[in-house]
């Protein structure tokens, strides 16, 4: 027999995390024990933040940041996993995607303490190394080669939403969208076997309003932008995202840019990539790797035009997703 909405129960749960919310939205059958799995889900982002904030000084990750060069670090196997990840798209994008901008990122205030100018002009010293160089990570521990500082803030709400997904499953869940702030994941179908639909975000500072819908099937989706965090400088709005070649905000950016993939971490480490990159160099590796983008780019006045990439954006329809409007 079919499934129809009607034999099902529409549960919306959401919580505090990263200094943004979760969600999940489903449909269980009746006497689903929501309240259980609201507690299931507040746990295993509580788990991943824990692991990976750099906003907790006793966090796994600053714990790692604490550690003297050289010293081999015992690690979590989750913060394991997305330090693995996260090295093997910074190789894979030359560096453009770099957890090692952690000094930059405080110096330039997106961390716990306001921006610092001296520490501003340390991070902008011309004496990079990236990160998938300068650590080495395996058999459960890490080993730092010269001394930076780690930031997992452009993949960790990314896994934290695969982690949402993984823990429903659990539970018996197989269909549902969760998310974190923007970033979501879409698992199987709807009760009346429609994809769920995802709205990318217009990049206005002032207001929410949708430019494209997507209808998303067993697929993740995550858009890095200049226009939610940023800092002004001398009238200038820098973005949070850092250039890993400058130790600074980035200049002349995107907008934005959306990426489907079949993990949110991954989908989360190539927005930031691309964005790093731009629509021409960006472009260029996400058609080499097979990577779906959207990158928004503003044109005159309010004008905001639109590189595509990938059969999906491509307006070529796929099962995992379809872009409309």
């Given at each position: 027999?079919?499934?129809?909405?009607?034999?099902?129960?529409?549960?919306?749960?959401?919580g505090?995390?990263?200094?943004?919310?979760?969600?999940?939205?489903?449909?269980?059958?009746p006497g689903?024990?929501?309240?259980?799995?609201?507690?299931?889900?507040?746990?295993?982002?509580?788990?991943?933040?824990?692991?990976?904030?750099?906003?907790?000084p006793?966090?796994?990750?600053?714990?790692?940041?604490?550690a003297?060069?050289g010293?081999?670090v015992?690690?979590?196997?989750?913060?394991?996993?997305?330090?693995?990840?996260?090295?093997?798209?910074?190789?894979?994008?030359?560096?453009?995607?770099?957890?090692?901008?952690?000094?930059?990122?405080?110096?330039?205030?997106?961390?716990?303490?306001?921006?610092?100018?001296?520490?501003?002009?340390?991070?902008?010293?011309?004496?990079?190394?990236?990160?998938h160089?300068?650590?080495?990570?395996?058999d459960?521990?890490?080993?730092?080669?010269?001394?930076?500082?780690?930031?997992?803030?452009?993949?960790?709400?990314?896994f934290?939403?695969?982690?949402?997904?993984?823990?429903?499953?659990?539970?018996?869940?197989?269909?549902?969208?969760?998310?974190?702030?923007?970033?979501?994941?879409?698992?199987?179908?709807?009760?009346?076997g429609?994809t769920?639909?995802?709205?990318?975000?217009?990049?206005?500072?002032?207001?929410?309003?949708?430019?494209?819908?997507?209808?998303?099937?067993?697929?993740?989706?995550?858009?890095?932008?200049?226009?939610?965090?940023w800092?002004?400088?001398?009238?200038r709005?820098?973005?949070?995202?850092?250039?890993?070649?400058?130790?600074?905000?980035?200049?002349?950016?995107?907008?934005?840019?959306?990426?489907l993939?079949?993990?949110?971490a991954?989908?989360?480490?190539?927005?930031?990539?691309?964005?790093?990159?731009?629509?021409?160099?960006?472009?260029?590796?996400?058609?080499?790797?097979?990577?779906?983008?959207?990158?928004?780019?503003?044109?005159?006045?309010?004008s905001?035009?639109?590189?595509?990439?990938?059969?999906?954006?491509?307006?070529?329809?796929?099962?995992?997703?379809?872009?409309?409007?």
């Amino acid at each position: 027999m079919s499934k129809t909405s009607t034999e099902f129960v529409r549960h919306a749960l959401n919580g505090p995390t990263m200094g943004t919310r979760w969600s999940a939205l489903f449909f269980a059958p009746p006497g689903f024990d929501a309240e259980a799995a609201r507690k299931a889900l507040q746990t295993a982002v509580n788990e991943v933040d824990a692991q990976m904030s750099t906003w907790k000084p006793d966090s796994d990750l600053m714990r790692l940041n604490r550690a003297p060069v050289g010293e081999r670090v015992p690690v979590p196997a989750m913060m394991m996993e997305v330090l693995r990840l996260a090295l093997a798209v910074g190789k894979a994008s030359g560096g453009a995607f770099d957890i090692g901008v952690g000094d930059a990122v405080t110096a330039w205030g997106f961390g716990p303490s306001a921006a610092a100018p001296n520490l501003i002009r340390t991070a902008m010293t011309p004496r990079r190394i990236p990160a998938h160089v300068a650590i080495e990570a395996g058999d459960g521990e890490v080993r730092t080669r010269v001394p930076i500082a780690l930031d997992l803030n452009g993949i960790a709400k990314g896994f934290g939403v695969d982690r949402l997904a993984e823990t429903l499953a659990t539970l018996g869940v197989r269909d549902a969208l969760v998310g974190i702030d923007g970033e979501m994941r879409a698992m199987g179908l709807r009760p009346d076997g429609e994809t769920w639909t995802v709205a990318v975000e217009l990049p206005d500072p002032d207001r929410r309003a949708p430019h494209s819908v997507l209808s998303l099937q067993d697929c993740a989706v995550a858009t890095s932008g200049d226009y939610r965090h940023w800092v002004e400088v001398q009238g200038r709005r820098l973005s949070h995202t850092m250039d890993p070649r400058r130790g600074a905000p980035l200049l002349d950016a995107p907008a934005s840019v959306t990426v489907l993939a079949p993990s949110c971490a991954a989908a989360d480490a190539w927005a930031t990539a691309l964005m790093v990159l731009g629509p021409g160099k960006g472009g260029e590796l996400a058609r080499k790797v097979g990577i779906d983008a959207l990158f928004l780019l503003r044109g005159e006045g309010d004008s905001i035009d639109a590189c595509r990439v990938g059969r999906v954006f491509g307006d070529e329809q796929l099962p995992t997703g379809n872009a409309e409007g």
